[in-house]
């Protein structure tokens, strides 16, 4: 294992990147202090927010720098951080959560549960948490997760399901978001990070972990389906055909989100297909529903606080990934996971020079696997989070019962990429 001595900046920012997990387990206790101390309850709602957290504390790493360091090394470590990822997952949310692009996946997802025999509401809810999440291989995870959160949303957890069921609904939607973007080498954010260096094309992704996915993704949504199937056909809202929409209108809103798919590494770019959208959107009101822009800007907020915190968590991180036997090392990085971007991670790992082609799939396995036990472990889950969880009490989420939810879709996970 090497060894990489720390300086006081990266120990400090240690501390606070744990402070800051610990706060993101602490959200629920500062709601219900809301709710029991309204004197205060403007600060105890704005502690709350899970996507608030690492921002936070990404402003006190920055003020230490600042009182540390000085004022150019503070700034200069700002400059030197990456945002593109936080202004991707803005961007694509606001987008694929436009009524044109919703309207088009609900028809689609109509369609093809007409073809089940089961009923058409259970059936549709097996396929948002099956052929949902494995179309985040073609049009992002951070979209897949946007598009099934908020169908979700208004056909089952608006219709007063079981805290039980949103639990378990909400486990396995990030676990299969997290595993179901590995089809491709260009859709999962901690396979983007490696596919480049590691030269992974999509025929690899697809061969080596891409159908070990989608069995783990049918299996996880088949089991729960089933378990339910008698409360999501009581409670589910009946599907009705989609609000009529210009077809123009959707094919325009399709393009401009595969324009910004395909540059999703030039912000300069996919940026200027945003305002072109924000634009066009304005010109055609009678087709739009209320963009999400506030939803979306809450969780590049809550990425952006990820990136600045986890730009000095390198000394640890890479200490822990070095010298493991492949077996060991996908646990370790599926546990590691659960406590850091997942992304970060396997971007830590392709900075170790000649490791084996085992270290390599071990690391980007448990990554994805991990990536549904938190809502930090990977980059769509804040989005899925923001939309859902004004369903739940005092509109927050536990994040111990999502772990415990999503641990046996994890388990299932853990079987199609070891065992398989």
């Known amino acids: 294992m090497s060894n990489i001595a720390a300086s006081t900046p990266e120990i400090i920012a240690a501390v606070i990147f744990a402070l800051a997990v610990l706060h993101t387990f602490s959200t629920k206790f500062f709601a219900h202090l809301a709710h029991v101390q309204p004197r205060h309850a403007g600060l105890w709602h704005l502690l709350a927010e899970v996507e608030v957290v690492f921002g936070f504390w990404a402003f006190i790493l920055i003020a230490t720098l600042f009182w540390l360091s000085g004022k150019d090394a503070a700034v200069n470590y700002l400059e030197a951080r990456n945002f593109t990822e936080p202004m991707f997952v803005f961007v694509i949310m606001v987008i694929a959560a436009s009524r044109p692009i919703l309207n088009t996946i609900i028809a689609l997802v109509q369609f093809i549960a007409s073809m089940i025999p089961m009923q058409r509401v259970v059936a549709v809810y097996f396929l948002c948490l099956s052929v949902v999440p494995l179309l985040g291989s073609f049009i992002t995870e951070p979209a897949a997760m946007t598009l099934a959160a908020l169908m979700l949303r208004d056909r089952y957890f608006q219709q007063q399901l079981s805290n039980r069921l949103k639990y378990a609904t909400l486990g396995l939607l990030f676990v299969n978001i997290s595993i179901g973007g590995t089809l491709t080498n260009f859709a999962a954010p901690p396979v983007l990070m490696v ?212 641990l046996p879709p994890t388990c299932v996970a853990i079987f199609a990429f070891l065992a398989l």
């Open 195 to 406: 596919a480049g260096k590691w030269q992974w094309d999509s025929l690899y992704m697809l061969s080596h972990f891409g159908w070990k996915a989608a069995f783990a993704v049918f299996v996880n949504a088949a089991v729960l389906t089933w378990f339910f199937r008698h409360e999501i056909a009581a409670k589910g809202q009946a599907d009705g055909a989609p609000a009529s929409m210009s077809r123009t209108v959707a094919g325009v809103h399709l393009l401009f989100l595969v324009g910004v798919v395909f540059f999703a590494h030039h912000p300069v770019v996919f940026m200027g297909f945003f305002l072109f959208f924000l634009g066009y959107t304005e010109a055609y009101k009678q087709y739009q529903d209320r963009l999400i822009l506030r939803e979306g800007l809450l969780v590049a907020f809550f990425l952006a606080g990820l990136v600045v915190l986890g730009g000095l968590q390198r000394w640890w991180l890479q200490s822990a990934l070095t010298g493991v036997e492949p077996t060991v090392l996908y646990f370790l990085a599926t546990a590691l996971t659960a406590v850091t971007d997942n992304a970060a991670l396997t971007y830590l790992a392709s900075l170790v020079d000649g490791v084996s082609p085992e270290f390599k799939y071990a690391i980007v396995a448990g990554a994805v696997t991990g990536g549904g036990l938190t809502i930090i472990a990977n980059a769509p889950n804040p989005a899925g989070l923001s939309i859902l969880k004004s369903s739940f009490d005092e509109q927050s989420v536990s994040p111990l019962g999502l772990f415990l939810a999503a």
